[in-house]
């Protein structure tokens, strides 16, 4: 995923209101199954199996659940905190050396010692292989790792990064057992061998079966006897009617705003319940600064000025997003209102009208905006038929909108073929850092050719470097300034959580969150 982008705009998942299980974890690891296996529907494909390829949501999702992280992400929380290290902390002042202790007795689920070795393989593994699907592309810090004994990891850091904790708490923090990955290939068999909650037992096309990994050690509590995860392929159609036929116990990942619609209104006594839960999922438009009608300044900013977000979000998404104001979502640390300070909240034709004459724009500005439904979903080119029709609305434009499949449409980013188009965010981790690094550091990964030297020279790594990260949101309120005033990118929306479960699913409110964790381990059927 290079870009982090999926497809839907909903990830559906929460729980019931009611009886809902706390698990509070352990220092052993336990479980508490009652026998019962869940079973999971989900629009998303898993792409990889291999921690060092899979860099998309569905495959992340499976690598929380069957390998270990020397960190992870505790309910509801942004901290990383201990998992398979006992502990670990920078080692020096400049936040380039971090050392972490690990667990005692850490076994892989074939019954394999874990020790500093397999930590430091994976790493080097993921590094050397550097897959252009995986996720290599979060680790440019990363120097070497070394082992003094087998309990001790410590990670040498070209230059200082106080998220990388974080990084390590991830999916691509993924430990693999050094006996069964070739250093220097991916695997290609569907299997995985890990040491997290849960091991995998078969891998298809159509499904993924999991159990309860008796050698797991760490802090989750399992609350299950297994998962089998069903996909749907983006069929959201399908995916409906299996949560209504009581196909699968919870839907997961791809509903439409109008299926979730109909089923709450149309089945609340058929023993379906529906969830709002938070997500840091975010959406922008963004602009070819080498374009030569959208590279102007001008057309940016009477955009800006003409874009109403709350009638698109309820017109197209029926209020299951929220209006976006700034590159950093809301309930992320360090996130501002840029756009809404800088443009307003409702459309003005006589600033946008201004903003294209003070560039010499006088006649009615042509403009194509690019979709892709087969990675965004289809309500994708319904949203941007809505942003055409807002900004032709004006008189200022002659909107209109092509949609391209996603391969053509990132080989046609790549070569510089299209003004404005469209991008998907989910986080890797739950920090500013990473809504702002991936698209305007070095080498961003929005191919608009922007550059900004105030961010890429000086916030960007001065951000990076600071371990009191409240101390970071004076740089990134300058940084989201900076963007709203050049406008690269349009923040759109930021995305709700929604779970369609069944009446005896329990403990969903834990399974996701800002992190984008989904814990297998929290779920529980009564």
């Given at each position: 995923m290079n870009l982090r982008n999926q497809w839907p705009v909903l990830p559906i998942v929460a729980g019931l209101a009611s009886g809902l299980l706390t698990a509070c974890g352990s220092e052993n690891g336990g479980t508490g199954a009652d026998g019962s296996t869940v079973v999971i529907g989900m629009s998303d494909d898993v792409l990889a199996t291999d921690p060092a390829s899979g860099y998309d949501p569905g495959s992340w999702l499976l690598f929380n659940n069957v390998f270990q992280s020397l960190l992870s992400f505790p309910n509801g929380g942004t901290e990383p905190q201990p998992e398979a290290a006992k502990e670990c902390a920078f080692s020096d002042t400049q936040t380039k050396v971090y050392k972490c202790t690990l667990r005692d007795g850490l076994k892989f689920s074939n019954g394999d010692a874990l020790t500093s070795e397999d930590v430091k393989f994976s790493f080097d593994r993921m590094l050397k292989i550097n897959d252009a699907a995986g996720p290599a592309i979060m680790f440019p810090m990363l120097g070497s790792v070394d082992t003094p004994n087998e309990k001790t990891v410590v990670f040498n850091l070209k230059v200082p990064d106080a998220t990388f904790p974080s990084k390590l708490a991830s999916g691509a923090g993924s430990i693999v057992d050094h006996s069964q990955y070739e250093e220097d290939g991916l695997r290609k068999d569907g299997e995985?061998?890990?040491?997290?909650?849960?091991?995998?037992?078969?891998?298809?096309?159509?499904?993924?079966?999991?159990?309860?990994?008796?050698?797991?050690?760490?802090?989750?509590?399992?609350?299950?006897?297994?998962?089998?995860?069903?996909?749907?392929?983006?069929?959201?159609?399908?995916?409906?009617?299996?949560?209504?036929?009581?196909?699968?116990?919870?839907?997961?990942?791809?509903?439409?705003?109008?299926d979730i619609a109909?089923?709450?209104?149309?089945?609340?006594?058929?023993?379906?319940?529906?969830?709002?839960?938070?997500?840091?999922?975010?959406?922008?438009?963004?602009?070819?600064?080498?374009?030569?009608?959208?590279?102007?300044?001008?057309?940016?900013?009477?955009?800006?000025?003409?874009?109403?977000?709350?009638?698109?979000?309820?017109?197209?998404?029926?209020?299951?997003?929220?209006?976006?104001?700034?590159?950093?979502?809301?309930?992320?640390?360090?996130?501002?209102?840029?756009?809404?300070d800088t443009y307003g909240a409702r459309p003005s034709r006589a600033k946008a009208q201004a903003a294209l004459q003070a560039d010499g724009i006088t006649g009615k500005v042509k403009l194509t905006l690019w979709s892709t439904p087969s990675r965004y979903g289809p309500a994708t080119d319904d949203e941007f038929k809505a942003i055409a029709k807002q900004l032709n609305a004006s008189g200022l434009f002659d909107a209109t909108v092509k949609s391209v499949p996603f391969a053509q449409y990132e080989k046609d980013i790549e070569a510089g073929k299209y003004g404005v188009y469209v991008k998907g965010w989910v986080p890797d981790y739950p920090d500013a850092d990473n809504f702002t690094a991936p698209f305007f550091g070095q080498g961003n990964v929005l191919g608009n050719n922007y550059t900004n030297g105030t961010i890429t020279d000086t916030l960007i790594p001065g951000t990076a470097a600071q371990s009191d990260r409240s101390a970071t949101d004076t740089d990134f309120a300058e940084l989201q300034n900076i963007v709203a005033k050049d406008v690269p990118v349009l923040p759109i929306w930021q995305a709700k959580q929604y779970a369609v479960a069944r009446e005896n699913v329990y403990g969903l409110e834990n399974c996701l969150d800002a992190s984008t964790v989904f814990r297998f381990w929290e779920i529980n059927k009564g």
């Open positions: 995985a061998v890990g040491s997290g909650p849960y091991k995998l037992d078969s891998f298809d096309e159509d499904s993924a079966v999991f159990s309860v990994n008796p050698n797991y050690k760490g802090t989750a509590e399992v609350h299950n006897s297994g998962v089998t995860l069903k996909f749907f392929h983006g069929d959201q159609t399908e995916l409906k009617q299996a949560i209504v036929d009581k196909d699968i116990d919870i839907a997961y990942r791809g509903l439409k705003a109008g109909d089923i709450e209104n149309d089945n609340g006594d058929e023993g379906i319940d529906i969830i709002e839960g938070t997500s840091a999922e975010v959406q922008h438009l963004v602009f070819n600064m080498s374009d030569p009608v959208a590279g102007k300044t001008g057309v940016r900013k009477a955009i800006a000025y003409l874009l109403d977000r709350e009638a698109l979000v309820n017109e197209v998404y029926e209020d299951t997003a929220t209006p976006l104001y700034s590159i950093i979502p809301a309930g992320i640390a360090g996130h501002n209102t840029a756009f809404f």
